[in-house]
């Protein structure tokens, strides 16, 4: 499999060009002013050193965070198919990361196929459960399919930031102010059996969806991170 679908795209007109270079060239400028934090590497770092990719899941609206403390690592992530998402794709494909196109609503199978195939050939990837288009921080099964069909664990994770602005769309999209300390948490590892069906498929959803919570709450608390 190819290292990056951008090959088998179009080549971006001068439009795209520009809006993904200014992109880049604005969040790099103002994430590396910040500093970051992270807990719970170990709930990853221990597949990662036997060579076993995992299925990381996180919040969109905690996308940009979590995004770029984590390029250069070959993760695999779905992009949507929306005009908007071919901006995305680009941006981090600049920063390391395989862009597979699809969605809840459109080339969903395909998509889902694309990403067992990378996971079964070693690759971790980053999903988010509540994309792209909401409801807000509510879970779809993509990503539990994912991990079930591949036999990776699911990992939760999440991002916050002392400063940030909170832009006013469906998932409430954090960006962090220049500066900021930024904080990543990375929760438990969750295992999904292969024989699952629906019925427990949606325990482990709820489950999921609930340390995903946690951890939001985690990092957005300075109490809460302090103590832990």
Known sequence: MAESQAGDRPPPDLKTRAIVAAGDGVFRSLL????????????????????????????HGRLLPCTYWNRHQKLVTLVSQHRDGEHIARI?????????????????????RDLVRYVKAGRSLAITPDGPRGPRETMKPGALLAA???????IPASGGASR????????????????????LAYGEPVHIPRDADEAALEEISREVEKRLHALTRLV??????ARG
């Open 164 to 183: 940030g602005w909170w832009f006013g769309g469906w998932d409430r999209f954090l960006v962090p102010k220049p500066f900021a300390r930024v904080r």
């Open 148 to 154: 079930q069909l591949s036999g990776a664990p699911i």
């Open 32 to 59: 590396n002013t910040c500093r970051v934090e992270q807990k719970g590497t170990h709930n990853f770092e221990q597949f990662h050193a036997q060579g076993r990719p995992v299925v990381f899941v996180l919040w």
């Open 220 to 225: 957005d608390s300075e109490e809460e991170w």
């Open 92 to 112: 981090v494909e600049g920063w390391g990361y395989t862009a597979v196109r699809g969605s809840s609503s459109r080339r969903a199978a395909g998509a889902l």
